[in-house]
């Protein structure tokens, strides 16, 4: 994958390298593109591992998710990574990082992601229906 991505002159700021773990995770930083964690479980990665991969690989480019698709998932998996991550010693604002800036960051680049909250008394899309209203 990082060889297309060389091969294709890709800048590495737009990717992102998802499904990462312990034997990928330094390929993926040293190309440049950003590192993504899907938290799991019982497969891919879970909260201990995500903590011991961001002590040694700093919090800077990397993403943690979760999935609720086929198998046994836990959605809530990234409010863990949250927890443990504090009880490791990390800070408030390095959770805040890797759970809300570097998504925004990644995802905010395609000029899709709009985080502007309509008020409650605004109609939708022409709707005559009020958000949040009767």
């Known amino acids: 994958t990082i060889d297309v991505i060389r091969e294709s002159n890709l800048s590495p700021e737009l990717v992102l390298l998802d499904h990462l773990n312990e034997t990928t995770v330094k390929a993926a930083v040293d190309s440049g593109c950003w590192a993504g964690f899907s ?3 019982d497969t891919k990665m879970d909260e201990d591992r995500m903590v011991t991969i961001l002590r040694n690989h700093g919090t800077e480019k990397m993403i943690v998710n979760s999935a609720a698709d086929w198998g046994k998932s836990d959605p809530l998996k990234t409010r863990k990574v ?3 991550m504090l009880k490791a010693g990390f800070t408030e604002d390095d959770v805040d990082q890797v759970l809300w800036r570097n998504p925004v960051a990644f995802y905010g680049r395609s000029g899709r992601l709009h985080l502007d ?5 605004q109609l939708h899309e ?3 229906i009020l958000r949040g209203g009767e």
């Open 39 to 41: 938290i799991y479980p």
């Open 82 to 84: 949250a927890d443990a």
């Open 117 to 121: 909250v309509p008020a409650p008394d």
């Open 126 to 128: 022409g709707n005559s």
